[in-house]
């Protein structure tokens, strides 16, 4: 099995930046592509970020130029650094990372809040 243990959320301010980190253990042999999304109440789960093994990113318009992601293959680790926070990034935040162990498949982290306020 694979574990995802997230870090970094948290209370902050309009303008304000934080930065999350996501890490994986258990049975890995390589993880292909990892991201973070993000859940605001009453709202369906939104994909904020991707990277892929080769450090190729994407990422949703409304945090272009505001969040980048970036990986450290030999911890197993995501980021995600957030600046110029708004209010609107309110939301619970979850990594995923794509894992190969004999099969290929999706693991999630457990989630962690993240609150744009004054």
């Known amino acids: 099995q694979v574990q995802l243990v997230e870090s970094g959320g948290g209370l902050v301010q309009p303008g304000g930046s934080l930065r999350l980190s996501c890490a994986a253990s258990?049975?890995?042999?390589?993880?292909?592509?990892m991201g973070w999304y993000r859940q605001a109440p009453g709202k369906q789960r939104e994909l904020v970020a991707t990277?892929?093994?080769?450090?190729?990113?994407n990422y949703v318009d409304s945090v272009k130029g505001r969040f980048t992601i970036s990986r450290d293959s030999a911890k197993n680790t995501v980021y995600l650094q957030m600046n110029s926070l708004k209010p609107e990034d309110t939301a619970v935040y979850y990594c995923?990372?794509?894992?190969?162990?004999?099969?290929?498949?999706?693991?999630w982290g457990q989630g962690t809040q993240v609150t744009v306020s004054s």
């Open positions: 995923v990372m794509n894992v190969r162990y004999i099969i290929t498949r999706d693991y």
């Open positions: 258990g049975r890995i042999f390589s993880i292909n592509g």
């Open positions: 990277i892929s093994s080769g450090g190729s990113t």
